[in-house]
Every structure is written in C-alpha cells, then in structure tokens.
C-alpha cells in the first residue's frame, strides 16, 4: 500500500512538531536481566484490510487537510493514518499508558496537559522527537530502527521509544507550585518565538527543565530507557563503552559540559550524537557513585528544588556540575585505561592501517583488485558525504558522486558489481530512499527508483539482480529489483516483529544472508536458500547464528562460500566472528582492543575491516587468527547494577498489563477546528513609530498546530497621534495553505533597535497562500501568492522611506525553489542552487504598476574545509506611470536592525546593497550581483557558561555591483565591497543568538560612503 501523495507533502507540515529534541539511534546495551518478554496479546498482526468508514463525512469541506484519525484516553491522544497504521495503534497505545503511568510515578509527575502521540511513516527508519511546550507532544516514525553498530536498543522498538520519548516529556513538564503560578498566569506554557523574544523568559518560568542542555534530556531518557527495560538499553551500550575505550587508547579529548555543546556536537563526525553518549555515561557514572535515587531527585521538580538544572545539581549532590563532570571525566579515564589493560591480557591483533586517517562514518564498501582500491561511501566533518574509492596504495579518496540524505554510521547502503564495474546506492536514506547506480571508472551516475524505501542493497553475482529491504507502514520486505533494475518484486514480507538488516549474498548465487532483530530483544544471522525464497515458501533457515546478547551484523560470504566473517559485540567488544556454515559453529578470528567492523574476506586469506577510532572508522588489515579465549571489559551499566542492584526493579513491564479499551474516551477522525484551544497568553512590548506600546499576546491553536489563531493587541501610552492610532492591532490565522491577516497601525518589538522599520500606520487585510510542490530535502519547491489591501498609509508597505498613497492594493504570485547542503562541522550551505521568480502589481494613484523581479544563486565548496564560493544574481523590471514612487523598486544598507530577527546576512537579499542609506537607490529596472567568500568559521571551545556561550566565528566578504535605470531615464551604476564577522552564541542552553560585526564601502559616481553594521539575530 503506498502513501498518498498528499501524505507525503505534508511532511514539511509535521515539521512542525520537531522543536524539541530528536531520538537519533545511539548506542545499545548488555542485558544485566532479560527484557520484557512479549506477551502473545502484544504482538502486532498483519495490518487489516481497509474497512468502509464508519462516521462518513457530510461534504469534503469537512475533510481534515491531512486525514488523521484518533484514538484518546483522559491521559493521551494517539494520531495515526487510517488503515495503514491501525493495527498499530492498540499495542503503542498500551505501552504509551504503560510509559505515563512509570514516569507519574517515578518523578511524582502530574502532566499538566494530555500528550498527543503521533504516528507517521515519513521516513525508511525510525526515529522519535518530544516536546513539552507549547504541549506535551511525541512523534514516532513506524520504519524499523537502525540498528548499526548497536547504536540503538535491540527490543521492541515503541516499547523503547515510547519509555525513551515520554521520559523526555516528564522531565520537562514535571513542575512545582511556583512552575504552576506561572502556567496558569500564562494560561499554558509559550515558547520562545522570535517575534516576542520576551517567550525565552516566559518558556523558563513555566517550564524551566527544558532550558537544559541536550545532555542532560538524552543522558536521563537513555538512563530511563534501560533500566524500565530491565537494563536492555544504551545505558549498558556496548557501543557507548567503545566510544570512550577509544578516547582513553588515543588519548583524545573528552570534552567539558560546555565545549561538548559549543564544538562536540559540530565538529566530531557523531555530531549530536555525543549528548547521548556523554549525557548517558554521566548519569550512569552519577547513580553508581551517589546512587540512583539522587539521580531522580535531581531530574524531579519538588517543592523547594531549583528550577535551573545545574543549581538544582548543587543542591542533590553538593559540588558544582563542572566539578561533578571532572571527577566523572577522571573516573572514566582510570575505568577504560582498567579496561585496556584487561583486553591486552591476551594478545592483541595487529592492524596495519591502510588510511591516514579516521574516515567518519562508513558505509559497506568493497575492495576492488583492479585498481588496489575500496569502494564506498564516507562521512567526516569539512567534506560533503560522498561515494568514493580509497586508493590502498596512495592512501587518497576519488570523489565519485555526492550523497544526498547521507545517513550517520551507515552513510549510505551499498552493492558492488565488480564484472560491470557499478556501485549502487541509496540517497534521501532519513526520507524515502532513492537507488542509484555509479560506473565507478566514468563516474556516470544514474537514478534506478525514486521513493522505493529499499536499503541494505546487495548484487546477486549469478544474475545480477539486485536484492535489498523495503520499509513500509512499519513492515519489513525483502525485494528483488533484476535488470534493467526498472522495478521491484516483492519477494517476502516479514512479521512485524523481525528486522531484518545487512543482506549479503554467496559467490554462486544460491544463499542469502542477513541479521534478523526480533522485538523480544534476539538477534541472528539467518542464512536462505535463494530457491526458496523464490518459489514463495515460508523462508527457513538453512543456518542460523546467536551470539547473545550482541547484535551479529555485516557478515558476508567468504570467496568460497563456505563461511561468513562478522562482527559481534559478545564479548562486549566488537570483534570478527567465522561463522562455518556446515558445522554452524562460529569462532572470534581477532582480539580488537576498540572494535572491528565491516570484514572483507580476502583471497590472500586477510581481512579488510574498519578500526574504530576517536576520529571514526579507519580502513585497517588484519591477519585471521582463531582464539580460543578474549578478553572482556567490565559495563559501567552492569558496575551500577551490582552497586545499586535497586535499578533491577526499575522495570516497566510489559504493556500487556494495560487494559486498554475501559481507558478509551473517544474514536474518530482529527479536526484541528475541533481541538483548537488557548494556548498561552502573555505581555509583549513592541514599537510604533519610535514610540514603545505594551499590549498582550493570545495563541489559540490546535495540538499539531495545523490551525493557528495569533493575537496582538497592544497601546501607545506616550507619542502623538490621535486615540484610534494609539491603539494597535495585529490578528493572524494560520492553516498549513493559508494566511489571513489583519492588522491596525501595525508594530513591532524589533523596531525599538535600529533603522528599519516594520511598523505602518493605517489598516491591512492581506490573504496568503503557501504550497510545497516538492519536498525532497534539501530540495523543496514552493509556491505562493498573496492580494492584500491598505488604508490610511503614510509610506509604502515595502519601502520605510518612501511616501504612499492613502490607499494601495496589492498582488504578487512565485516560486522559490532551493537545494542546498552543507558538511559537517559548517554553519552555511556549501553547495547549492536557489532561484526564485515572482511576478507582482501594486495598484494605486489610480495606476497599476505591475513588476517582475527573480533571482538565482549557485554555491560551490572550496578545497579549504568548510568555505565556499557563492554568487547571487537578481534583476527585476518594473512598470506603470515612471513617474510615480510607486513604479520602482528600492535598494540600500544592510537593513539589520541592532536587534533583529530576520537573516543574519541580509546582503543577499534583492533590497539590501550596502554603503548605501535605507531605499536610496531607486530603480525601473534593475540588475545586481554579489560574490560572497565563505572563510572556515573559527570554534571555541571554552567561552562562557553553559546558559550563554559563544560557539564560533564566521567570517565572510562580498562585492557587488547593482545596474539600475531610473524613472528620469539615467541609468547609473553602484558598487559594494564589505566584510561581516558572525559570532554564534547560544542562550538559554540551547537558543540561538547571532552578533554580527561588519561593514561596507559603497561607490557611486565618484562617491564613497562606508555602512557600518551591528547586530544581534535573536532565535
């Protein structure tokens, strides 16, 4: 069953949701006790066919805009697409309650609002998001999770997600009487929004634990993850011990609280994934030294508890955070250095490394004797992800072809046919995967499917055919795409309750391999016979491996077909496993004292395998050899259960327990009309004219925010002006198409720093319209128009220096299409186009004046890491009476405000040309171009605290010259050379806040005039 196509553009919509933090796949664990079993009532059927509605609509005005139906207890709403996800609902909807229920109790929580639960199937994998302001909302993608490297937890996987995900609405919506006071005050809980930058107070005072740093969110949602999972869980990950085995070997750095957010999170290849990894070690470290118990004394929001998450620290275990996280980084220090002596008890295997350096994440790759190569995909800061081939003589990486919607870890999913000499591949891999083909020698590339969801790609060397995954509506199916590779046949379907993941096929064509996760926490490899799996039968396995409780991944077939090499986690390092396919017996053939991953058996009888390092995985060789015993390491999760064995009786149990149909209060279908409600109200100060006014501000909208009534009414105590204009009004009602505004003598909080000003006197009724035609990040197209009619005006509604008639009517219609990407480690788009066309009229003095005006900007990297090259070109055409103000456009200045809360380099825009005063450049016809040079930002490490601290400094400079033909028939030329520094700090622990320094030369006919810039980019 395929998605709509109305399903699909409404991703961008979803969106909206994602302004908390996002549950990325991290790190896995060792079992300190088994899982909840699933119960036979838990497990999840085949999804039911579709069934005539049972509330038919009246008329099609009354269809929601995206058809969701609902299902709502007093504690939760569950939001899901009827049928497709209807067989999930019962089961989430139980471990939903199940969560509630543990987190009420463990953080003596009330929730101050019902949480809506939305499910959705945007993407080939799953993942999660939750919030709790402006409401207590969680996503939850039904795709399989990935489970590379044991970066996330083998189990069920909304068993985990939901424990995971409502823990983070717990530890953020947990409040006291004084958190109360507030919310009701406010009449709910606002969050920070760039118009009224007053919301970041606000947010603080009604809802103080989310202005917490993203360690302190994941490391307690993962501690919490593991331990209701009975210690299955990324608490006890094997993963997360090697992360830090290695910065101990290497003696890399591990990072303070503060530079973990300011450079730990941009320039190391995990990115954000190091809040999950330190976050989840420092809580851990923190019950096994204190106990579990202040853990949650620290996470609770009591009576008489600071509602500041360090000062809060101070007061539960008496010293400073930053002292707390020195002795933890000490301790962790002697654990791994215990460790690595523990491994080198027995000999350790030698590795020739064949790259000079660590290569970020990797996909599968391949070794090509051809060319002395390997064939594959890389991603590491300073680099767009790419596919390419590592020359193992030089040790140099031939770029074949950028990767879009590169994966972390897995990067892409790859197959090699050596005989045609093409690597296949996948992009948008966090959306819905495309397959491509790349002739590695030519570097011709070409699209194969577009949206087909299929991953772990392999070639069958007998036909050619290519077998890979497909992810939909939360099953998994094995497909089977043959030449010309036009389509896919579906081979089989799994039960909802297998994963299964890295296929490989053997030599001779005849057996397919692959690892299979189960939801009870098992995981496998499973081999097939192809003839089998063909012929349509129930697929069983002619050989089957467990090496609990590690995950077994990546094995392939070695050149004889008679064994597969893997990596397992089971001694609780990764190291490579030969699995004999005749005696079913599997032997470790190395002793890694990090990890070894991805094997590539050999004809000399050697492995390619990747090493694990601090600057990720390096391409290494290695000589097999059986051992008969490994060295092990020691889990600080299991050192926490032996410590405090408390934690054991953490578990939540299985959602089997939950008796779900008496909960349920109401069935149907999700009318954002219906759930509307206030959502906040609060003071603003805001600006007319040079004079402050002080007003409030209302939010009426439904939980998804599909529907959104905005509110501002506001007076001027002080200025002139009669009564009527001292009063101020400014109402919005948003749906996801459409705008309708309306607003009297118009103010704004931003015009109290600066000279652009937003304000106007007079009335406006304006109606917009919005449509995403593509949406295929980072390429997205959009449409718009937008007719709005004024009255009473002083000046133009565009141009602040300009007068206007009394009366204007306007209209403009276009397109704007982008696709641009960045590497990791950058703060600008890298690589790119955008365009932009939009034709327009402004009716007035009795005149139309129409217009065209567009603009298109191409973006390129330079070899220099994280800089690059753009040129923005824009001309537009003007028409009507030449005489009138109304038939030209205006240019000049930067047009930042000193406080300010549009784009931060405004140079780019077509109004702006700076050196030059606000709309004195005055054109018919105009056409202007800006080269723009990126510079490398600079990082800090170490300025400033936690709750405000400067992270970087981006340095750019730009020239630009602006062609122009004026209403008295000159044509006179203008020129700009500037530069402007950045410095990106962040406020409350994670809102950004931009400084920019600049300044700009402008020259025109003989005249030269130096723009001066400063100015703070709040939100």
């Known amino acids: 069953m395929n998605v709509p196509q109305r399903l699909r553009a409404s991703r961008l919509s979803l969106g909206l949701l994602l302004a908390c933090v996002s549950s990325a796949a991290l790190a896995q664990s060792e079992t300190v006790a088994p899982p909840p079993p699933v119960a036979e009532s838990d497990k999840t059927p085949a999804p ?28 939760f709403t569950l939001l899901y697409f009827d049928p497709a996800q209807t067989y999930l609902t019962p089961y989430i909807g139980r471990a939903t309650q199940n969560a509630l229920d543990y987190h009420k109790k463990m953080f003596g929580w009330t929730p101050w609002d019902r949480t809506t639960v939305l499910l959705k199937d945007f993407s080939d ?45 717990a530890t953020m919506d947990v409040w006291n009487a004084t958190d109360a006071r507030w919310r009701k005050f406010f009449r709910g809980k606002p969050m920070p929004v760039e118009a009224h930058p007053e919301t970041i107070l606000y947010n603080f005072l009604t809802t103080p634990r989310v202005n917490s740093p993203r360690w302190y969110l994941e490391g307690s949602a993962v501690f919490m993850e593991t331990w209701m999972a009975g210690g299955l869980g990324r608490g006890q990950g094997a993963y997360d011990e090697m992360a830090f085995r290695a910065k101990v070997r290497d003696r890399t750095p591990i990072y303070s609280p503060l530079a973990l957010e300011s450079v730990g999170i941009v320039n190391d290849f995990q990115v954000g994934v190091n809040d999950y990894l330190y976050g989840t070690r420092f809580f851990s470290w923190l019950a096994l030294t204190y106990g579990p118990q202040k853990v949650n004394q620290w996470l609770r929001r009591d009576p008489g508890s600071a509602g500041y998450y360090a000062t809060q620290f101070r007061r539960v275990f008496g010293l400073r955070l930053d002292d707390g996280w020195d002795r933890w980084i000490a301790w962790e220090r002697q654990f791994q250095s215990a460790n690595l002596a523990a491994l080198s008890r027995v000999p350790l295997t030698e590795v020739e490394h064949l790259s000079k350096r660590g290569l970020g994440s990797v996909s599968r790759t391949f070794y090509d004797p051809k060319t002395n190569s390997l064939i594959g995909a890389f991603r590491y800061p300073g680099v767009l992800p790419y596919v390419g081939a590592l020359s193992l003589t030089t040790g140099e990486t031939r770029r074949l072809a950028n990767i879009k919607g590169a994966m972390l870890y897995n990067v892409t999913s790859m197959a090699w046919d050596p005989d045609s000499r093409t690597a296949f591949y996948t992009e948008d891999n966090y959306a819905y995967r495309d397959v491509f083909a790349i002739q590695v020698d030519t570097g011709k590339r070409t699209k194969l499917l577009t949206d087909a969801r299929i991953g772990d790609l392999v070639v069958n060397p007998k036909d050619k055919s290519i077998w890979g995954i497909r992810h939909q509506n939360g099953f998994s199916t094995l497909v089977r795409i043959p030449p010309p590779y036009a389509g896919f046949n579906q081979v089989h379907t799994f039960d909802y309750n297998q994963n299964p993941f890295d296929l490989d096929i053997s030599p001779d064509g005849t057996k397919l391999s692959a690892s299979v996760g189960l939801s009870d926490g098992s995981q496998y490899v499973r081999v097939w016979s192809i003839d089998e799996l063909m012929a349509g039968t129930e697929p069983k396995a002619i050989a089957e491996l467990k090496l609990a409780p590690s995950t077994p991944e990546s094995f392939v077939f070695a050149p004889d077909g008679k064994s597969l090499y893997g990596s397992a986690y089971y001694t609780g390092v990764s190291n490579i496993y030969r699995f004999d396919l005749d005696t079913q ?46 060295g092990t390491v020691t889990f600080l999760g299991a050192e926490v259960a032996r410590v405090h064995p408390e934690v054991t009786t953490y578990g939540v149990g299985s ?53 959104q009534l905005n509110l501002d009414l506001s007076v001027s105590p002080w200025g002139g002006g009669s009564a009527w204009e001292r009063l101020h009004a400014d109402i919005e009602y ?19 720093f600066g000279p652009v000003k937003r304000s106007r006197k007079g009335d406006s009724l304006q109606i917009g319209w919005r449509k995403t035609r593509i949406y295929d990040p980072p390429r997205t197209l959009d449409l718009f128009a937008d007719v709005a009619g004024y009255t009473g005006l002083e000046v133009q509604p565009e141009a602040q220096n300009v007068k206007s008639p009394r009366r204007l009517l306007t209209a403009q ?43 298109i900007a191409f973006g390129r990297p330079l070899p220099l890491k994280n800089s690059s090259l753009w040129l923005y070109a824009q001309g537009g055409v003007a028409g009507g009476p030449g005489r009138d103000p109304l038939g030209s456009f205006y240019f000049g200045s930067f047009r930042n405000n000193y406080v300010d809360d549009r784009a931060v380099k405004r140079y780019r825009e077509i109004e702006s040309f700076p050196g030059f005063d606000i709309d004195e450049i005055s054109a018919r016809s105009f056409a202007k171009a800006i080269g723009e040079w990126n510079l490398p930002p600079v990082r800090f490490a170490e300025v400033g605290v936690p709750s405000f601290y400067l992270s970087s400094v981006r340095p750019a400079v730009f020239a630009g010259v602006l062609a122009t033909r004026r209403s008295d028939g000159k044509s006179p030329t203008y020129a700009t050379v500037g530069g402007q520094l950045d410095f990106n700090m962040t406020i409350a622990l994670r809102l950004p806040m931009v400084l920019s320094l600049g300044a700009a030369r402008g020259y025109a006919q003989g005249r030269r005039k130096t723009e001066w810039l400063a100015s703070l980019k709040i939100l």
């Open 125 to 169: 994998y799953g993942n999660a998001a939750a919030r709790s302001s402006p409401n207590n909302a969680v996503l939850l993608d039904v795709a399989p999770l990935s489970l590379t490297y044991e970066t996330f937890s083998p189990g069920e996987r909304f068993f985990t997600l939901t424990n995971h995900e409502l823990a983070h609405v």
């Open 48 to 75: 039911p066919e579709p069934k005539p509605q049972e509330e038919k609509l009246k008329s099609a005005d009354e269809l929601p805009e995206i058809d969701l139906s609902l299902l709502r207890t007093k504690d």
């Open 813 to 855: 219609a276009g397109a704007r299409f982008k696709n641009e990407t960045r590497s990791l480690g950058s703060i600008d788009h890298e690589r790119g186009i955008m365009a932009e066309a939009i034709a327009s009229g402004v009716y007035g003095n009795s005149n139309l004046f129409p217009r065209i005006e567009g603009g």
């Open 655 to 707: 959602p089997a327990k939950v008796d779900l149909d008496p909960l349920i209060v109401e069935r149907g279908k999700y009318f954002p009309e219906k759930e509307r409600k206030l959502a906040g109200t609060y003071p603003i100060v805001v600006d007319y004219k040079g004079k402050p006014a002080f007003g409030y501000h209302f939010t009426i909208e439904d939980p998804l925010q599909f529907k």
């Open 734 to 752: 948003q749906t996801l198409n459409w705008r309708f505004r309306y607003w009297h003598n118009l103010t704004s909080f931003y015009d109290l």
């Open 585 to 630: 017996e599997a032997v470790p053939v190395s002793n890694a004292s990090t990890g070894f991953f991805r094997p590539m058996p050999q004809a000399d009888g050697s492995l390619i395998v990747y090493d694990y390092a601090g600057d990720g995985f390096t391409p290494s060789r290695i000589q097999p050899k059986e051992y008969d015993d490994l």
